[in-house]
């Protein structure tokens, strides 16, 4: 019942910028928080940023300064304008939503996952 697709990923030599979007569409009544997790080969997917709705955003220390989670609430996507990239970033980011449907049921989406690699 909901869509989420991100886009933005690619290959970054260390030092550069990328910026990953994520959009949520379907029967969505309202979303309460919007995040980025990523997982890197051979490990646990993690949270990076998360930004609730009315509360403080959330950034993993590792990311801290250099990335930064954006919301545009009209369109219902959010972003992750990432700098200072480092090979350590390199992973699949995955983009989460949560909210309310139309039905009033609540829902819990994830998005199909965009790589990002960062050679040194």
């Known amino acids: 019942q909901v869509q989420v697709v991100e886009s933005g990923g690619g290959l970054v030599q260390a030092g550069g910028s990328l910026r990953l979007s994520c959009a949520a569409s379907g029967y969505i009544f309202s979303i309460n928080a919007m995040g980025w997790y990523r997982q890197a080969p051979g490990k646990q997917r993690e949270l990076v940023a998360v930004?609730?709705?009315?509360?403080?955003?959330i950034y993993a220390d590792s990311v801290k300064g250099r990335f930064t989670i954006s919301r545009d609430n009209a369109k219902n996507t959010v972003y992750l304008q990432m700098n200072s990239l480092k090979p350590d970033d390199t992973a699949v980011y995955y983009c989460n939503v949560g909210g309310v449907l139309h039905s009033r049921g609540r829902f819990d989406s994830w998005g199909q996952g965009t790589r990002v690699t960062v050679s040194s």
């Open positions: 930004m609730p709705s009315g509360g403080s955003t």
